[in-house]
Nanobody, 115 residues
Framework: QVQVVESGGGLVQAGGSLRLSCAAS????????MSWYRQAPGKQRELVAV???????NYADSVRGRFTISRDNAKNTVYLQMNSLKPDDTAVYYC?????????WGQGTQVTVSS
């Protein structure tokens, strides 16, 4: 059984910072990629950032230069450092992990940015 659990969301003023964490646990033999998605009310879920084996990263244009994804392989944990937050970043943020060639989603964590 594999679990993926996010933490670190909350309420922050525009211009502020938050760091999200996503920890994978259970019978893990390989993690191919970990990523963050977000879904704002009335909008489709969108990819925010991804980190794959070897450390390569990619970002949505809307967050590039403000958000940083990183991974602690020893802890099977991925982080999303979010700086210079904007009200448009308000959404539920979901962790996605490809573990043992299967896809797992976390339950989501709310990020609210006030103007």
């Amino acid at each position: 059984q594999v679990q993926v659990v996010e933490s670190g969301g909350g309420l922050v003023q525009a211009g502020g910072s938050l760091r999200l964490s996503c920890a994978a646990s259970g019978s893990i033999f390989s993690i191919n990629a970990m990523s963050w998605y977000r879904q704002a009310p009335g909008k489709q879920r969108e990819l925010v950032a991804v980190i794959i084996n070897g450390g390569s990263t990619n970002y949505a244009d809307s967050v590039r230069g403000r958000f940083t994804i990183s991974r602690d392989n020893a802890k099977n944990t991925v982080y999303l450092q979010m700086n210079s937050l904007k009200p448009d970043d308000t959404a539920v943020y979901y962790c996605n992990a490809i573990i043992n060639r299967l896809t797992y989603w976390g339950q989501g964590t709310q990020v609210t940015v006030s103007s």
